[in-house]
């Protein structure tokens, strides 16, 4: 009974942990790439290298995360040593990830694991075992598949978050901010008015 509590409860809790990667898969995947409209071109080219440097820095995630499947993708069919070495190095950065999310404020942490310090040690174990197996063209050929699509996907992804409100949006703003100041000045004037006026009434009158 014991036994197959414990089998049930662990099913139960893989089926937990199954259905939130699915659900957070989801969400960033609808992040990624929401609707047709959330891509435009810009208005120009200062404006589209503005928004790819933004988009760089905010889905920079998103976009490793793409390179790497396509790097494991193209290494799978004759170089399968290098996709258990290079998952088992991924497995080691999602626990620093882990590590730095749940103790946030740790200064040795900070000190001795550096994330330039163990970005550069992963880039560097990825490397050398890509040259060490001889798949340099695979990660040429990664590369020549996941760069342009990062690219067209900073160029033309519309931040919602960032982007101004509409023009109509900005005239009922406007117009509300006027008939709020008005109805300010209205309660300004009879504020200051009402002493005045009660003064007026409360003051003696003066003998003919």
């Given at each position: 009974m014991c036994a197959a509590g414990a089998i049930r409860r662990a099913a139960a809790s893989a089926a937990d942990?199954?259905?939130a990667g699915a659900r957070g898969f989801r969400r960033a995947l609808a992040r990624f790439a929401p609707r047709p409209s959330a891509f435009a071109p810009a208005?120009?080219?200062?404006?589209?290298?503005?928004r790819a440097v933004r988009n760089l820095r905010t889905f920079r995630f998103h976009y490793a995360v793409l390179q790497w499947a396509l790097l494991l993708a193209s290494l799978a069919p004759r170089h399968r040593a290098s996709v258990v070495f290079l998952m088992a190095a991924s497995k080691g950065l999602l626990v620093y990830g882990g590590?730095?999310?749940?103790f946030p404020n740790s200064a040795l942490l900070r000190r001795l694991l550096d994330r330039r310090l163990v970005a550069a040690v992963f880039l560097a174990l990825v490397?050398?075992?890509?040259?060490?197996?001889?798949?340099?063209?695979?990660?040429l050929a990664a590369l020549a598949a996941g760069v342009p699509i990062v690219v067209l996907h900073?160029?033309?992804?519309?931040?919602?978050?960032?982007?101004?409100?509409?023009?109509?949006?900005?005239?009922?703003?406007?117009?509300?901010?006027?008939?709020?100041?008005?109805?300010?000045?209205?309660?300004?004037g009879d504020v200051e008015a009402g002493p005045t006026r009660r003064s007026m009434a409360t003051a003696p009158r003066s003998p003919k």
């Open positions: 942990r199954a259905c208005a120009d080219a200062e404006a589209a290298a503005v590590l730095l999310k749940a490397l050398a075992d890509i040259v060490a197996a001889g798949a340099v063209p695979n990660l900073a160029s033309f992804r519309v931040r919602d978050d960032l982007e101004g409100p509409p023009p109509e949006a900005a005239g009922e703003n406007g117009k509300d901010d006027e008939t709020a100041a008005v109805v300010e000045k209205k309660e300004d």
